[in-house]
C-alpha cells in the first residue's frame, strides 16, 4: 500500500490550500484515514481523522477553519485548509488504517509529506 500525498505548498496568511492523499496498492479496505502534521522539533500531531462511516475528529486548534472529506471511490482524503495562520506551518502527513486481506488485523500506513508554508 502506497500513500501519495500532494497539494502543500506556501500561501500567506489567510489564504487556502487543499492537500490531498491517495492510496493505492493492493489492499482489502482502508478503514479510517487521516492527516497529522509535524514541525521539526516536535511530534506529530493529530490534525484530522475521518471514519469509513464519515464520523470525524478535529484538533481544537483548527476546528472552524480545516475540513476532512474522503473520496471511498478514489481511496482519497483531503483536508482543506482555509484561513490559515503561521502556527499551522508543518509537514503534513496522510494516515490510513488499511486491511490488507480479510481476516487479518490492521496495518497503519503513511504517506511522504507534504509542506505547508504559511508566511505571515
Known amino acids: 500500500v502506497q500513500l501519495q500525498a500532494s497539494g502543500g505548498g506556501l500561501v500567506q496568511a489567510g489564504g487556502s490550500l487543499r492537500v490531498s492523499c491517495a492510496a493505492s496498492?493492493?489492499?482489502?479496505?482502508?478503514?479510517?484515514m487521516g492527516w497529522y502534521r509535524q514541525v521539526p522539533g516536535n511530534q506529530r500531531e493529530l490534525v484530522a481523522i475521518?471514519?469509513?462511516?464519515?464520523?470525524?475528529d478535529i484538533v481544537d486548534s483548527v476546528k472552524g477553519r480545516f475540513t476532512i472529506s474522503r473520496d471511498y471511490a478514489k481511496n482519497t482524503v483531503y483536508l482543506q485548509m482555509d484561513s490559515l495562520k503561521p502556527e499551522d506551518t508543518a509537514v503534513y502527513y496522510c494516515?490510513?488504517?488499511?486491511?490488507?486481506?480479510?481476516?487479518?488485523?490492521?496495518?497503519?500506513?503513511w504517506g511522504q509529506g507534504t509542506l505547508v508554508t504559511v508566511s505571515s
Open positions: 494516515n490510513a488504517d488499511v486491511t490488507p486481506r480479510a481476516g487479518l488485523p490492521i496495518r497503519v500506513y
Open positions: 496498492g493492493s489492499f482489502f479496505s482502508i478503514n479510517a
Open positions: 475521518m471514519s469509513t462511516g464519515g464520523r470525524t
